[in-house]
């Protein structure tokens, strides 16, 4: 039927109170926000870097790590959307995050009133600037932009206002510290379609199938702030985070809050529907002025599921920073496997404000055996540290979670009587298992005349309870409602379920009419994820039998330590594993594991004869890759990684790492620091990345690069190619034919042994051939190149270079510049090129070829060619030793000139000259010292000849 007028608006959904006494009910029952605390005031400013309130922000220190994180991410790149009650956007610490060019055009993002506070509080503990002022927020590098969906929202018609939450696909992440009573309204179910909720959930599934290319928008939201509240509790309220809808959406992160303690917050809801918890801060961003909490621009009296749920909003910033290709279920799957044991210790009974004790459901994957869960906390506080370890190495043992998601549903049969003092099962099976759980809904469609009387819980076919609802409500009930159950994560879909409804009271009676489950996961495959956090010695004390794995499946498996902040030992054997963690035996596996990512620790991670995946993390690292195609990964601190036997890849990472390939076609990379790479036997690529690192080929046909910095290169045995790329580098060839590129900088290149290729490329080289004959390519820069030994091919390039054959018959070649060129022994060719150029020959008969521009030929021993080319050359003779030729003298040039020294020539001038020392030959003129040896000047006329062709001094 078509909606009357009163009800085209959507029913608002209050922001949550920020207070530990109860709910502050907001836009629903038409009253303004209490202000929490007393006002802040800032101390003075601290020196730059500083922020004066940090000291203040006590929830930091119980989610981990956090300035570790930041030594990394900030949350730089990702943007959280605040959907609220408005953000003051030119706050002193919210101004240089918030990004106003990315609000919605459906709403404004400003505060409406004074009293909207709320908006600006939650957007300090996400992104708060690292400026020197005020406090800094958990993600203080993200992009922040308000929505305000509390006000502006609910004023328009249905079709904008879904819109506004579909629009939520702009964003990465989407912060709800807002809630409804959790009273189990109809217009809060999210299993009707046409309600508002129903219409909300459809909303906010089109944001996550769009959002982020399609990886998902991220949504989180306030579990509530109803329980232990006496006037909720009048109206059979007691603060179950089920009874308010949006809390049970798979694609929600419902978040828990507690106190500084770490203990859960009397106010906090509780229920399977909770993901994760985090600190109620209390430090926060404010109005300015008047406005707002505390009449400060800060206040000290935030809190709430409120405060926790912008806490684990940072934190999933970090995340996304860290690793931008998670997809929302693998965020939602991190942050479980991530969280920290808080409030009561595990083993012990409840205390405090908790409903129930810690305890484990039926995966056999997470800390040897089921995830921890407690229904106050979820799977505990978020652990910003553990969560960005684990995200950063999250895709490479889930690269396809998208296409791995699947459905399936349970419908039972028949209805069930439920009678006074008795409990009543609806049975469902499931048969063979078809996936990992990730979320179940469950919907039960009931009546029954007073509600309050019974108990709803769901059994899985392991024998796991998940309490639903706890003799809450206080009248008749005849309708249907869809739980959202997150406490069943890792477990299998397989076997018998069950519906457990226990009435506790006389008098009244009802029926279950039906019961729906509705599983999704991922696709059930034999590849298993072993997780371990710092949790596990805690765990295994009060549960032995989390110290023994065994793995019988097959497929392909990880041990997940990314996490760990201790030293670890992995040994990966072919048929089992062990796990030790500083000295402590932890974990032994009955079974082949092929994978593993360890943590922050020094830690010794070996192979086995699979293709193994080792992933160190940071610490300074001992890897062994085994007998399989490995891949190694040192990531940051001073590592060692050996390859062994396989054709590996090995990827050194940050820190001056040593890595040895060993036997095996491998590629190694240095990454940052100055490493030592080895490539061992068989053809091998070594690339040294940055850092002044030195590559060795060994053995085999190798690639060496040495990437940027300062690198020395040794290709050894076999035909290699080395690539010096940036800095001023040092390559040397080996014995065999090897190619040799300096790159960039001032480089050095040594040919030895065999018939190699040098490029000097870039900068200012220095080129040694070495043995065998060899081709020099100076490049741009003012080069040096030697043939040494061998027939060599020299070739300057541009600008000044300098050119020595060595031994041997060579070829030299100027090219660009005013170049040096020194055939020295052999027969050589030496070509000048552009520029004005110094050609010798040296010893041997030699011919040199002056060509474009003013050139010098100076004689040397031999019996010697001499070409000047263009322009007007000098042919400088300090002695005459053998029969030399000028092959293109021009007489009549008055710039070209013959020059001889005295003392060391026996012609003293040019009337000596003529008159002892000259001949016409007709055609050409021959001059001699008297001793045999001789300079014949082809082709010149003996007439045109005089004084001003030669020279003496």
Do not use: C
């Amino acid at each position: 039927m078509p909606l009357t007028a009163p009800s085209i608006q959507p029913q608002p959904a209050p922001p949550l109170a920020p207070k530990d006494t109860g709910p502050d009910h907001i836009g629903l029952e038409g009253s303004s926000p209490a202000a929490p605390g007393a006002p802040l005031v800032p101390p003075q400013p601290m020196p730059d870097g500083a922020n004066p309130l940090y000291g203040a922000q006590w929830h930091f220190r119980l989610i981990g790590d956090i300035e570790e994180v930041w030594d990394d991410y900030t949350g730089v790149g990702v943007t959280v959307a605040i959907y609220d009650d408005g953000v003051e956007a030119g706050h002193p610490d919210l101004a240089a995050n918030y990004d106003d060019g990315a609000e919605l055009n459906l709403v404004d993002a400003s505060p409406n009133s004074s009293s909207d506070g709320h908006g600006t509080a939650v957007a300090g503990l996400i992104g708060a600037a690292d400026n020197a002022v005020g406090g800094v927020g958990v993600a203080h590098g993200a992009t922040l932009v308000g929505v305000d969906y509390l006000n502006d929202a609910f004023q328009l018609g249905y079709t904008d206002y879904l819109a506004v939450l579909e629009q939520a696909a702009r964003y990465d992440v989407i912060n709800n510290s807002w809630g409804s009573m959790p009273a189990f309204r109809e217009y809060t179910d999210i299993g009707e379609p046409t309600q508002q909720a129903g219409r909300e959930r459809d909303a906010i599934e089109t944001a996550v199938v769009e959002g982020r290319g399609g990886l998902g928008t991220i949504f989180l939201k306030a579990a509530g702030n109803y329980a232990h509240d006496s006037g909720s509790e009048a109206a059979g309220v007691y603060g179950n985070a089920h009874g308010d809808g949006l809390n049970n959406l798979h694609e929600i992160i419902t978040v828990g809050a507690t106190s500084s303690s770490g203990f859960v917050a009397s106010y906090s809801n509780w229920g399977h529907s909770l993901l994760i918890s985090a600190p109620a801060a209390a430090v926060t961003t404010d109005r300015s002025g008047g406005a707002g909490y505390s009449g400060t621009e800060y206040t000290s009296g935030f809190g709430g599921t409120s405060a926790a749920t912008p806490v684990t909003a940072g934190v999933t910033a970090l995340m996304l920073e860290a690793n931008p290709e998670l997809h929302w279920r693998d965020v939602q799957s991190i942050l479980a496997a991530s969280a920290a044991q808080t409030g009561s210790t595990y083993g012990s009974g409840a205390s405090g404000y908790e409903r129930d004790a810690w305890g484990a459901n039926g995966a056999t994957t997470w800390n040897g055996g089921g995830m921890s869960y407690a229904s106050s906390y979820g799977y505990g506080m978020v652990d910003a540290h553990a969560a960005v370890r684990m995200a950063e190495v999250w895709s490479r043992m889930q690269p396809d979670t998208a296409a791995t998601l699947t459905a399936r549903t349970l419908q039972s049969s028949g209805t069930a009587a439920i009678r006074d003092h008795a409990t009543s099962t609806i049975r469902l099976d499931a048969g063979a298992d078809t996936m990992r759980i990730d979320h179940v809904y469950v919907t039960i469609d009931y009546e029954h005349s007073w509600e309050s009387d019974l108990t709803f819980s769901l059994v899985s076919a392991s024998g796991y309870v998940v309490p639903l609802k706890q003799l809450e409500g206080g009248s008749s009930y005849d309708g249907d409602w869809t739980f959202g159950v997150a406490s069943l994560r890792g477990m299998t879909d397989g076997g018998s379920w069950s519906l457990r409804v226990t009435d506790t009271a006389t008098g009244d009676e009802g029926r279950v009419n039906s019961v729906r489950l509705e599983f999704e996961g991922q696709t059930l495959d034999a590849d298993d994820i072993y997780t371990f956090t710092d949790d596990f010695r805690a765990l295994r004390d009060e549960e032995a039998g989390r110290a023994q794995v065994v793995e019988s499946n097959g497929g392909t498996d990880w041990i997940n330590a990314a996490a760990l902040t201790g030293h670890a030992q992995i040994s990966l054997q072919n048929s089992s594993a062990t796990l030790r963690v500083n000295g402590a035996p932890w974990t032994e596996f009955d079974g082949r594991i092929e994978h593993m990512a360890a943590g922050d620790g020094h830690d010794t991670l070996a192979g086995n004869d699979a293709d193994n995946q080792i992933l160190a993390g940071r610490g300074n690292d001992i890897l062994q890759g085994g007998s399989g195609d490995d891949t190694l990964e040192g990531g940051a601190g001073e590592d060692s990684l050996s390859g062994s036997y396989g054709d590996d890849v090995a990827h050194g990472d940050g820190g001056d790492d040593l890595i040895t390939a060993d036997a095996g076609f491998d590629t190694i990379y240095g990454g940052t620091g100055a490493d030592l790479l080895n490539g061992g036997s068989n053809a091998d690529e070594l690339h040294g990345d940055s850092g002044d690192d030195r590559l060795i080929g060994e053995l085999g046909l190798d690639h060496l690069y040495g990437g940027a910095g300062n690198d020395l290169l040794y290709a050894n045995a076999e035909n290699d190619l080395l690539y010096g790329g940036a800095g001023a580098d040092t390559l040397n060839g080996g014995t065999q034919e090897d190619r040799l590129y300096g790159g960039i900088d001032n480089d050095r290149l040594h040919g030895e042994g065999g018939f190699d290729r040098l490029e000097g490329q870039s900068g200012d080289d220095w080129l040694d051939g070495g043995r065998q004959a060899d081709n020099l390519f100076g490049g741009t820069g003012v080069d040096t190149l030697y043939g040494a030994q061998g027939l060599d091919r020299l070739f300057g390039g541009e600008d000044r270079d300098r050119l020595y054959g060595g031994s041997g018959d060579d070829g030299l070649f100027g090219g660009d510049g005013d170049d040096i060129m020194g055939g020295q022994d052999g027969d050589d060719r030496l070509f000048g090129g552009r520029g004005k150029d110094l050609l010798s020959g040296g010893a041997g008969n030699d011919t040199l070829y002056g060509n474009a521009d003013f050139d010098t030929l100076l004689d040397s021993s031999g019996d010697d060619v001499y070409y000047g080319g263009f322009n007007a050359d000098t042919f400088y003779f300090t002695s005459f030793a053998g029969q030399d030729t000028i092959a293109d003298f021009d007489a009549l040039n008055d710039l070209e000139e013959i020059v001889f020294q005295p003392g060391t020539s026996p012609i003293t001038d040019y009337d000596d000259l003529r008159a002892n020392h000259m001949e016409d030959l007709g055609g050409s003129v021959r001059i001699h010292n008297g001793g045999g040896n001789t300079i014949l000047l082809a082709g010149v006329n003996f007439a045109d000849l005089d004084e001003a062709d030669f020279a003496f001094y």
